[in-house]
């Protein structure tokens, strides 16, 4: 075969092993103009030029005029040496990226003679990384701000991330703790602590509760953690979110919170306990000025004049008051002390809210009040203290008269409910608010009722409470602002009734 003959058919081979490459493949003189290039190298280029062997590389693959800068073809071109590097470059107004390759050929010489420049167009790829990347980035900015320590963890506790918060608080960077296992911030004796925790969160997609932890300089402290899993489509538990709450301050308050109502309590019993001895010296003395003062106003020491009678009648009606008063306190004192004594029988109601009514009388006639009863007939007999009983009605229609207005009505009624007797005291007073209607029920609680309707202790209804629920029953109040109150409260009639002694 004659050698040109020859001679074309390697170059056609040669041709045909480029072509078959995928890779954009240009073959450079030390001009850096195109000798030889592959198929791929011209579908690369879209719109093929006209021209491109003979062209200057940078002219033909990036439109530019001059070389780039680095420039690997240069390096082989200049050492003999293989390189290979990625870069990015204009293309037709986007940003592209290519990966290089540049192998010399040499001659006899050794000298390179030529360049083979190979690429291979990664710009999807590359773009796909960057947004990767941006999206790593706004993940760590959302992380950094969000005001508390977290932990990204994988599926086995090995730390992937660490905000800015968690750095701050336990004193790591971020490098020094990735890939390390999250139990480094467990002190080595909660490692069951931190299981049961990894467990709950497995289990349950989320684990809450108060833990101590360490920090790098080895102080422990208490903190609120939250481990919360991430799971892909699948149902498979890729991550978990660890959230870290310092709460070194708040337990802090809370212990300082905590001394101060000791110290208050403290203070309050202290008070209190002065105030209850003093009304018990106010008793004896007062008890003489309610004695004598009546007796004198019947005249069994002696006659007085009208003007002296009516003076003499108004020391007993406050004294009398008074003694009252003190008396709720002396009781109040008795039950908080849990030396309240009752003395359970059957009782009748009905001569109990007789006598109840006969001795507040000259309050009732003094506004005119009318006064309707309804307890007779077959309400069965309560089990209950006579006295103590007599001490809760007393207190409910004294508040009774107290709260309702010049001519308005009064009706106590009784009625059987199951095991339990009802009663209940009506009047067309003032009425309660919504929001204060459980809380008069409170120590000293007493609403704005405004002018007219001052004065008392607020105590009358705590012992009231007391007593009902010691005899086994509840109380409560209905009440409809301005038209009027209904207190109703529960007594068993079953000799079976709780004791006040059995409840303690
Ligand atoms: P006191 O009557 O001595 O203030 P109580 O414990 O008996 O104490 O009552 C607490 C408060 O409940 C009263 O101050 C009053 O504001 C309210 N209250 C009680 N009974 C009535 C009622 N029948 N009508 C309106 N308000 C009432």
Redesign the pocket.
């Known amino acids: 075969m004659p050698e040109g003959h020859t001679q074309t058919l390697d170059r056609e081979f040669l041709q045909s092993i480029l072509d078959g490459i995928e890779e954009s493949i240009v073959i450079l003189d030390k001009d850096y103009h195109i000798v030889c290039h592959n198929t791929a190298f011209i579908q690369w280029l879209d719109k093929p030029k006209k021209k491109t062997l003979g062209e200057c590389c940078y002219s033909v693959i990036h439109d530019q005029p001059v070389r780039c800068t680095p420039c690997i073809v240069r390096e082989t071109f200049r050492t003999g040496q293989f390189f290979e590097t990625s870069h990015s470059h204009e293309k037709g107004g986007r940003k592209v990226y290519h990966e290089t390759k540049s192998y010399p050929i040499k001659g006899a010489d050794n000298e390179v003679r030529h360049v083979i420049y190979i690429f291979r167009d990664i710009t999807e790829k590359a773009l796909i990384e960057e947004r990767v990347r941006e999206l790593d980035k706004f993940k760590k900015k959302i992380l950094d701000n969000a005001g508390v320590a977290i932990n990204i963890l994988d599926g086995n506790g090995g730390i992937m991330n660490a905000n800015k918060g968690s750095e701050e608080l336990f004193g790591y960077a971020e490098d020094e703790v990735k890939g390390e296992p999250h139990s480094m911030f467990y002190r080595s004796g909660d490692k069951e602590l931190l299981m049961k925790a990894e467990k709950e969160a497995l289990d349950k997609g989320r684990f809450m509760g108060e833990v101590t932890l360490v920090k790098k300089n080895r102080n422990e402290f208490p903190a609120d953690l939250t481990l919360t899993t991430v799971e892909d489509d699948s149902g498979k538990v890729v991550a978990l979110i660890e959230i870290v709450n310092d709460l070194t301050q708040i337990k802090k308050a809370e212990r300082l919170i905590k001394q101060q109502l000791e110290r208050l309590q403290r203070l309050d019993a202290t008070k209190e306990e002065y105030f209850y001895a003093t009304s018990h010296e106010f008793k004896t003395p007062l008890t003489s000025i309610v004695s004598l003062s009546k007796m004198l106003s019947d005249g069994k020491i002696g006659e007085l004049t009208d003007k002296q009678k009516e003076a003499v009648s108004l020391i007993y009606c406050d004294a009398k008051r008074l003694r009252s008063s003190v008396q709720r306190i002396l009781d109040i004192a008795k039950i908080e002390a849990g030396k309240m004594v009752y003395n359970f029988e059957n009782v009748q109601l009905e001569p109990i809210v007789d006598e109840v009514l006969s001795t507040l009388k000259v309050l009732i006639d003094s506004k005119s009040l009318k006064v309707g009863t309804n307890v007779g007939g077959k309400i069965p007999l309560v089990w209950a203290d006579k006295e103590k009983l007599m001490l809760v009605l007393e207190?409910l229609v004294n508040?009774?008269i107290?709260?309702?207005p010049q001519g308005g009505s009064i009706d106590v009624k009784a009625s059987k409910e199951g095991d339990h007797v009802l009663v209940e005291v009506r009047?067309t007073?003032?009425?309660?608010p919504d929001e204060?209607r459980e809380k008069?029920f409170e120590k000293y609680?007493?609403?704005e009722?405004g002018e007219g309707?001052v004065?008392?202790?607020?105590?009358?209804?705590?012992i009231c409470k007391r007593v009902v629920e010691d005899f086994g029953g509840r109380i409560w109040?209905e009440?409809t602002l301005g038209e009027g109150?209904t207190?109703k409260f529960t007594i068993p009639y079953k000799k079976e009734g709780v004791s006040a002694k059995k409840r303690r």
């Open positions: 207190n508040n009774a107290k709260f309702t009047d007073g003032v009425g309660i204060d008069i609680y007493q609403v009722h309707y004065g008392g202790s607020g105590l009358g209804l705590v109040a009440s109150s207190f």
